[in-house]
């Protein structure tokens, strides 16, 4: 059996050289049936929360309890008629009731008082602009203005000596209407004042 072996390396023993050899191996196959994963190949751990979700289980419970409840009330109601021998009671005597009722009622008359003030205070309030004082003062620049044209507007010269005529005795009595539209809006504002 030594005489099969070939060794490797030179060596002068044969037969120590495959000792050594085989307690070389030996070692190397004990390290390799003893060593450890360096990488962590088994499956996670299971936890209990992950697969039995007792939230649901609850929700569930709840939501049977509700059910048998009502399947309880609807049995009752069932027996009630069929003792009362299917006499229905579809009366309703309730009267829609509203909780803030004086609540609006009071802020309608609140509002309602408000705006009569306000009504009052726009009726009796004296306008800020004098239509009297404003018809004199055009009636004035409407003067100014006939004054300074060399030529009346849209008029012949034929028709000219009569508007001169006509113009002379328009401005008396514009001038005395004058008078009272400026006596009317002084008085205005003197009370006013």
Same mark, same amino acid.
């Given at each position: 059996?030594? @005489?099969?072996?070939?060794?490797?390396?030179? %060596? /002068? /023993?044969?037969?120590?050289? =495959?000792?050594?050899? !085989?307690? @070389?191996? !030996?070692? *190397?196959?004990?390290?390799?049936? =003893?060593?450890?994963?360096?990488?962590?190949? *088994?499956?996670?751990? %299971?936890?209990?929360?992950?697969?039995?979700?007792? %939230?649901?289980?609850?929700?569930?419970? /709840?939501? &049977?309890?509700?059910?048998?409840?009502?399947?309880?009330?609807?049995?009752? =109601?069932?027996? /009630?008629?069929?003792?009362?021998?299917?006499?229905?009671?579809?009366?309703?005597?309730?009267?829609?009731?509203?909780?803030?009722?004086?609540?609006?009622?009071?802020? &309608? &008359?609140?509002?309602?008082?408000?705006?009569?003030?306000?009504? #009052?205070?726009?009726?009796?309030?004296?306008?800020?602009?004098? *239509?009297?004082?404003?018809?004199?003062?055009? +009636?004035? *620049? #409407? !003067?100014?203005?006939?004054?300074?044209?060399?030529?009346?507007?849209?008029? $012949? +010269? +034929?028709?000219?000596? +009569?508007?001169?005529?006509?113009?002379? #005795?328009?401005?008396?009595?514009? =001038?005395?209407?004058? #008078? $009272?539209?400026?006596?009317?809006?002084?008085?205005?504002?003197?009370?006013?004042?």
């Amino acid at each position: 059996m030594h @005489r099969s072996y070939q060794p490797i390396t030179p %060596t /002068n /023993n044969i037969f120590l050289r =495959k000792r050594w050899d !085989q307690q @070389r191996y !030996q070692a *190397h196959r004990d390290k390799v049936r =003893k060593s450890v994963a360096v990488l962590d190949t *088994h499956p996670p751990r %299971t936890y209990m929360h992950l697969h039995v979700k007792l %939230t649901k289980l609850q929700k569930e419970d /709840n939501r &049977l309890a509700i059910i048998e409840r009502d399947n309880r009330i609807l049995l009752e =109601k069932m027996a /009630n008629i069929m003792q009362t021998y299917g006499g229905v009671d579809n009366k309703n005597n309730y009267k829609q009731k509203s909780l803030n009722r004086t609540q609006r009622q009071r802020e &309608l &008359l609140r509002i309602t008082h408000e705006n009569i003030a306000i009504l #009052k205070r726009i009726t009796t309030k004296e306008p800020h602009y004098c *239509h009297l004082r404003y018809e004199a003062d055009y +009636k004035a *620049h #409407k !003067q100014y203005l006939l004054n300074i044209t060399r030529y009346p507007q849209n008029m $012949k +010269k +034929k028709n000219f000596m +009569k508007l001169t005529e006509k113009q002379s #005795k328009n401005q008396n009595a514009d =001038k005395e209407s004058d #008078k $009272k539209i400026k006596k009317q809006a002084n008085d205005l504002s003197d009370k006013e004042d």
